[in-house]
């Protein structure tokens, strides 16, 4: 057995603390046992007796019960309620049967209030909830305080069940969390529960399993550089650092899938003998089984079940569920091979539709391999088990479990099972070696061999790299009494899994200088040449040198090519991009002062970082960089862009076409038969023509004279001359086959689109068919102006509300049509709106949706209220109009859109309210609507009473109810006398109340008196206060 690296189990021991434990010593126990498994999905507390009776009754000598942690306490403070459970062992018992219980950790989404949090449970790859069949969900086994509440549970259903074991009456206990009811982590993910989202993915990347991940990842590589050297990743921080994105096996065949799933096989293995000590200390002598998916199929890596011979060091047995047509002899054979000593089980699920002997053929294959204890999924009484049971029970219960001895032996390791992304070529080699499917197959010990779990297999990813010389540097120039600079290029060195840490110079002249990798000095007055060797080293020590020489000369030194820029080949309308890596030139006793390009193309970039073209013509295309130095000398470099042509292909096969004899025929050769790749069109040719036949770059036409068969070549050309060609074979019959039109073969739903929201939908290939020919073209014959189709696709952005019918026609190579419409409905998005306290960032909050029709009384609302606005399409502005006992009209181009300033708001104020939105996206109108509420206060008005008062832009006041408001007027006075007449449309009075808005006046702050005129006569004075 290979063992754990240090590094592998350090850390998650430290978060986790990984446990030893002495096992017990495994029943000598001979009896093999056919067992019923319970699944009770149901709650109630009778359930699953009958099935019980009756599984007993056809002969089974084991009865494995399911108790769910969410049955027994539905709720975090729910009492207990153990009656099932208690009702299935006191049956059982009587029964004579053996119990074994599988405990159910996992719990529906609905209850894991009070237990764990969705963030603290199993994420997928995306970050999505883990949800499995049943709405059921676990708690992720890096986050501790869940798995300790979970342990809690194990520990009780053990203390409960302890006088079993005692008795000996219980055969064995398991724990499970996923929705299949396994123990690891589930191989899919159903987003919100829905079967038909669901989708494969690794696990653990809940907040907690990264965290822990990440931690472990540094403790192992010590540097994020060297992680990414490894991996082949550019994390910029350790805190970015994620595991692999799904795409099955494959999601572990890179070094980063690897550590992934070791780290994540530590945690259920750390998880697993968490429980096993529990259960230990309880009673020593219970024996554990872990209860796995399965451990050696596609499913197996996702589940992080290959090791399972390191995950059940602990444990007493291995049990799988099969599928019935799966190779069971491979399963057993796997599990017998890498437990020894250790019981191996199996689970057939019955279903009325499997036939009866393929399960029984399951129950054979797994006992004739060597398991001791095979179960079966029974959830409803059904005699046909019977078929199944009492088979195996006298073929079987009968037979004493002895040692199966192998035949041939075969042996696979997991890294290699990850690294093929497929198991079944391992499985395929298996049963070439067991003879599966011969008259006398073998029994195979498979040897598997965990490398990834040693430390020999990831020594060699873990010793430093040395640097690494990226160029020669070449000799540099200088002239006897001149200053001399030069910088050392940033890319003279790497580290590839570290850091360069310095850069020095061993060898160089007393007169020159060397620090932060620039040199600099006096040239003394004579010629000479000077060595210089320079010496990196990385963040470990490790080092690599390099040498050139300093030549002092009175002669000019011309620029060099240090990095050429290589050719490019590319097609037509496809992007070239290079960017320019540590400079081209360089100038060996001075700088680079220019570069000019020549020969550049109008469809080519240049600039002293980057070269880009798109091309859109055929060639072969040199372009010349010339560079200058601070002489004037230059040297100049050249590369090439050729531009190839592709030439056309096939994308249409022509039928046969069976034509009558001494009748007239035409039949158009459509260029769509070919596409151009680079788009510049298609000639097409009609060769081996017979002679009655002509062809006018168009159609084909003649009568035939004669009953014969012609095999005619197609030939497309390109705009270069390139050509393919397909063959078209005419027969010549005495009747001929008339035309089928086309077919249709399903149907285009109908669609809703926004105004000014893209609409866009492809035509299926699939939807038409011509029996015998082929679908030249289809046609939009009622385009609605809004509506573009190209390339089969429709798209368009609506600019007004409609519903459009659409008629899609397909047109044959005999002109012959069919055609299909559907519905595009346009509406304008729906506006909604929300209630918001006002406030300073920090003191906002939502006080709830507000809906047509919505009643609040004032006592009820924050003091200061606004209104956000919500649009179903993206909006660019939103005009608001409230009236009532608050008037304001406004134009809100960002968002939130808010009717008020959110500090500012508006006091609630008793009334009745109406809002009228209108939201735009760039010039159009996107929605519309008009909502009323009303706020009511809890104080009775009284008559001639202003409320608020003071007031801020709108008083309201309250009419007797004998006024008629079609005969009163309004008017304001200072305290100096100055009569201002307020405006009709400033007066709303709704249910006796006068809403007045005072905003327009301008009115200062200070004391008045508001005048209430009945047809021009005082009818009423009320002082006001102007806040």
């Known amino acids: 057995m290979h063992s754990f690296t240090p590094f592998l189990v350090r850390y998650v021991a430290l978060f986790l603390g990984v446990c030893q434990i002495g096992l017990a010593q495994t029943t000598d126990d ?15 507390p009778t359930a699953g007796l009958d099935v019980i009776q009756q599984s007993v009754g056809y002969g089974c000598n084991l009865v494995a019960i399911t108790i769910y942690w969410g049955h027994v306490y539905p709720t975090a403070d729910s009492p207990a309620d153990w009656r099932q459970a208690d009702n299935q062992i006191k049956l059982i018992t009587q029964t004579g049967a053996k119990v074994a219980i599988r405990i159910m950790l996992g719990r529906t989404r609905g209850s894991i209030s009070g237990f764990w949090t969705p963030k603290e449970g199993l994420q997928d790859d995306i970050g999505q909830q883990a949800v499995g069949i049943y709405g059921y969900t676990s708690f992720s086994y890096a986050h501790q305080p869940s798995v300790q509440k979970a342990q809690k549970f194990i520990k009780e259903v053990c203390e409960r069940y302890n006088y079993l074991q005692v008795q000996d009456k219980l055969l064995y206990v398991s ?96 998880y697993i003998n968490q429980n096993i000590e529990i259960i230990k200390k309880v009673n020593p002598t219970y024996r554990v089984v872990n209860e796995y998916g399965s451990v050696a199929d596609e499913g197996s890596g996702l589940r992080t079940t290959l090791c399972f011979k390191d995950l059940d060091k602990n444990a007493e047995g291995t049990k799988i569920h099969n599928d019935p047509y799966m190779n069971h002899a491979w399963f057993t054979d796997v599990q017998r091979s890498s437990t020894k000593g250790k019981w191996i089980m199996n689970e057939v699920f019955y279903t009325p539709e499997t036939p009866a002997q393929l399960l029984i053929k399951q129950f054979d294959q797994c ?28 073929r079987w219960l009968t037979n004493p479990l002895t040692e199966v001895r192998s035949q041939a032996s075969y042996q696979y390791a997991v890294s290699s099972v990850l690294d093929s992304a497929s198991i079944g070529s391992f499985i395929k080699a298996y049963d070439k070696v067991a003879g599966t499917g011969t008259a006398n197959p073998k029994i195979v010990d498979v040897q598997l061999v965990e490398d990834i779990l040693a430390d020999e297999y990831w020594r060699k990813w873990l010793v430093n790299v040395p640097p690494v010389v990226n160029y020669s540097l070449g000799d540099r120039a200088g002239k006897p009494r001149k200053v001399y600079n030069y910088t050392v290029p940033k890319d003279l060195f790497t580290d590839p899994d570290g850091n360069i840490t310095k850069i020095e110079a061993l060898e160089k002249p007393a007169w020159l200088s060397f620090e932060n990798s620039q040199f600099t000095g006096n040239i003394p007055d004579a010629v000479a040449d000077y060595k210089i060797t320079l010496r990196a080293t990385d963040d470990d020590g490790a080092t690599a040198q390099t040498s050139f020489l300093i030549k002092i000369t009175n002669i000019n030194v011309k620029p060099v090519v240090r990095n050429p820029v290589p050719n490019f080949t590319t097609y037509l309308q496809q992007l070239v991009f290079y960017q320019f890596q540590g ?39 040199p372009v010349r960089l010339r560079a200058y130095d601070d002489d004037s000398a230059y040297v100049e470099t050249t590369f090439f862009v050729q531009v190839l042509n592709r030439p056309p292909v096939v994308v249409r096969t022509l039928s046969e076409k069976v034509i009558a004899q001494g009748k007239p025929f035409r039949y158009r050769i459509s260029k769509d038969i070919f596409n151009d790749p680079d788009g510049r069109g298609i000639t097409v040719k009609v060769l081996n023509r017979p002679a009655w036949m ?94 573009q189709f190209k390339n089969n696709t429709l798209t368009g952005i609506a600019k007004e509300s409609g519903t459009y019918t659409v008629i899609v026609r397909a047109t044959d190579d005999d002109e012959s049509s069919v055609s299909i419409s559907f519905k595009i409905e346009v509406r304008l998005a729906q506006l909604t709106f929300e209630l918001i306290q006002a406030g300073k960032v920090g003191t906002r909050r939502l006080v709830g949706p507000l809906r ?87 104080q009775t008005l009284t008559e001639w009473q202003i409320y608020p008062n003071p007031f801020d832009e709108v008083c309201n006041l309250k009419l007797p109810n004998q006024l008629n408001i079609n005969e009163l007027s309004f008017s304001v006075v200072n305290l100096t006398g100055q009569r201002v007449f307020i405006p009709s449309q400033y007066v709303s009075i709704v249910g006796q109340v006068a809403y007045i808005d005072m905003g327009g006046l301008q009115l200062v702050p200070g004391v008045y008196l508001l005048q209430v005129l009945k047809d021009g006569v005082l009818e009423k004075v009320v002082k006001i206060i102007k806040r």
């Open 852 to 938: 047509n029709g919505d009643q609040f009384t004032a006592a009820t609302l924050p003091d200061r209220i606004t209104i956000y606005a919500n649009c179903d399409v993206p909006a660019k502005r939103v005009v608001f109009n409230l009236t009532g006992p608050y008037r304001k009209r406004i134009t809100v181009s960002k968002f939130p859109f808010a009717l008020f300033d959110d500090e500012t708001g508006f006091v609630p104020v008793a009334g009745q309210y109406v809002l009228k939105v209108e939201a735009f996206g760039d010039s159009l109108k996107v929605s519309e609507t008009s909502i009323g509420f009303e706020i009511q206060t809890s």
């Open 694 to 787: 002509a062809y006018d770059g168009n159609e084909i036409s003649g009568t035939p004279p004669q009953l014969e068969s012609y095999r005619l070549i197609i030939r497309g050309f390109d705009s270069q001359g390139d050509s393919t060609e397909t063959a078209l074979l005419v027969r010549v019959d005495t009747r001929g086959n008339l035309n089928a039109p086309p077919l249709v073969r399903g149907k285009i739903p109908d669609a809703q689109v926004f105004v000014t929201q893209q609409f866009s939908y492809r035509i299926p290939d699939t939807l038409f068919f011509d029996a015998n020919g082929y679908i030249d073209r289809i046609e939009i014959p009622n385009l609605p102006n809004w509506l």
């Open 175 to 270: 724990f499970v969390n996923t929705p299949a009811q396994e123990l690891g982590y589930d191989a899919q993910n159903w987003p919100d529960g829905d079967n038909k989202k669901a989708r494969a993915t690794p696990y653990d990347y809940s907040p907690e399993s990264m965290l822990q991940f990440r931690a472990w990842l540094m403790q192992k590589y010590k540097r994020l550089s060297r992680l990414n050297y490894v991996w082949k990743t550019r994390f910029p921080n350790e805190k970015d650092i994620m595991g692999p994105q799904y795409a099955e096996l494959r999601s572990f065949k890179t070094l980063q899938g690897k550590d992934f799933y070791v780290f994540n096989h530590l945690l259920i293995k750390n």
């Open 583 to 621: 400079g081209i030139f360089d100038d060996p006793d001075g700088k680079i002062i220019g570069v000019r390009a020549f020969g550049l193309r109008p469809w080519m970039l240049y600039n002293p970082n980057e070269f880009s073209a798109f091309p859109d013509e055929f060639g072969t295309f």
């Open 367 to 394: 006992f004739e391999h060597g398991c001791k204890i095979v179960t079966m999924v029974v959830s409803t009484v059904d005699g046909n088990t019977r078929n199944i049971f009492e088979p195996i029970k006298n």
């Open 30 to 44: 001979k009896q093999r046992y056919m067992g019923l498994q319970m699944l009770n999905l149901e709650t109630s």
